[in-house]
């Protein structure tokens, strides 16, 4: 495909090519080292070696009786505490990177074990400071409110910390004594491995088999072709794969239950521990986000499945089944009829999509390509899925793996907005506001993915074209809404039971999930016997800041209503919107999506997106019916 035609050639061109790449086709994943260096991130900007790590290691270790000496110190005076919070950003820059680079590295192939034993050197020793640091915000805690509010208004410099130090103060009723703090600090380390046990069985022992591609060609099962088989025209490629890789997970359904059950009670562990009522509640004031936020987001889902439901029957009939099996909800509805998406090709459609955003964000969009920001390609041992990652002083990296499909055309657009979101807000504010809120955190991706499929509609010049993309859009609306808020159902559930002094087997789990699918799917779609194990293939699940997935769902609302308004307002949305990435978190993260324009404290927002879902099924219905006539 030529890249310097039209947008609305390419993107269509893109929409209606949803075959295997030839990395998917191919009977052997490639090695890393097979893999050109233009395709793979650079970690040398981090550490040139594994030498300037350690040097790194020796000199956190080194600068750790420095954040000590303050202990007991706190309140002597508003130039002490200064003191101390640069001095603990200087250990923390240190011990980040180190982190988050041995996480990367090890990553990029989980069966290097040298790696995998950096990244678990790395985890403890930033379990070890967090127990050194375990003074800090007790001591903080305790400095009374105008004592505090005087040393930072007579303290130059200090003024920049006031809304850090205004969160600290937030969890002053939840924040323990030194000693307990001591203790909750040594418990982390151990109590979040349950993640580390979940994500080598993942990663690394589980094996999914061969099967039989489009071509009768027998290859191997990965995850990341997984992904691409259940788009694929043929039902029984479809169905293997579905099979083939949750028949894996469900071999052992007791193991993944008893470890994600060690990883809920440790959840629940540390929020009794502080005072929580319930690990739901400390998730969500943590974040500063009320906690009527999520049960609203679930209560709607819940109330507006219909939409869904719609959708699916009238995928059903699309596709001329007498049942709609689980495995048929990503077939296309429209054969492929266009070559597969050459990456080179995908880089240009995205930064064609993406120019509502203006040439500031364009412009950082093609700085991260020219500074190997990007790890595009699956190899042998590398992680699955796709994720952005890096710290205040590293590049915002991105890991992928791309397989030539519209959904890693949109994936690459989600991976972008996130690591632009980080550079933009890590380039504008101090380091101690350079990161964001988990709330926001998926609202730049989606934003995207949104902005891309919208301009996409846009450039259609026929109804096979509009429905094709329709089809796409609906697909990606019911997986980052629907299906993460039942995600987000079945985790508040699970740890309800854990609560409740309920035991979480594995039969426990599967008949939450089961439960879950159907509130949802209701009878639209055949549930086949494995599906109730789908739970303990979702990494998200172990996550220690736990309670995440609702937030894809909360993103996906805010950030169709602010594509909406970027593409129908133009500049004032855009500046808006652009100010609220830059804002990292200077500010909360309800309040910033305010000044953005959008108010998530009421269910409205979900409603009104549920809404959008059911007229984007009645056009699918209108260009099916205008192809029908054609």
Known sequence: MNLNISLKKTVIAVALSLGLNGAANAADVPERADIPAKYKWDLSAMYINADAWEADKTRFQAMLPEIEAFKGRLASSGATLLEALKTRERIESIIGNMYVYAGMKSFEDTRVSENAARFSEAQTLYSEYGQMLSFFSPELLAIPADKLEAMIQDTEGLD???????????MRQYTLSEAEERILA????PLSKFDSVFSA???????FGTMQ??????????????G??????????????????FQSYADINHTLAANYEGHVKGRTFFAKARGFDSALQAATYGNAIPEAVYRNLITAARDGAAPLQRYLKLRQKVLGLETLEVWDLYAPLLEPTVKDVDFEEAKQIVADALTPLGDDYLTVYWKGFDEGWVDAFENRGKRGGAYSWGTYDSKPYLSMNYEGTLSDVSTLAHEYGHSIHSYLSRSTQPRIYGDYRTFIAEIASMTNEAI?????LQEAETAADRAYLLQSYLDEFRSGFYRQASFADFEMQAHAKVENGEALTADALNGIYA???????????HVDELNKTEWSRIPHFMRTDNFYVYQYSTSFVAATALAKMILEEGEPARVRYLDMLRAGSSDYPIELLKKAGIDMTTSAPVYATIEVFD???TQLETALAEMAED
């Open 228 to 245: 691409a088989f259940l788009h694929s025209t043929n039902r029984q490629v479809r169905e293997d794969a579905w099979k083939g890789l």
């Open 515 to 525: 439960e879950v699918f159907s509130a949802y799917y209701g009878d639209a779609v």
């Open 160 to 170: 920049i910390y006031r809304h850090y130090l205004d969160e600290e103060s937030r």
């Open 615 to 617: 007229d984007l099924v």
């Open 452 to 456: 891309l499929m919208q301009k996409m």
């Open 213 to 226: 591609d489009e071509n009768g060609e027998e290859v191997e099962l990965t995850k990341s072709r997984y």
């Open 201 to 207: 069985a993942d990663n690394a022992d589980l094996t």
């Open 186 to 189: 040594m418990a982390a380390d």
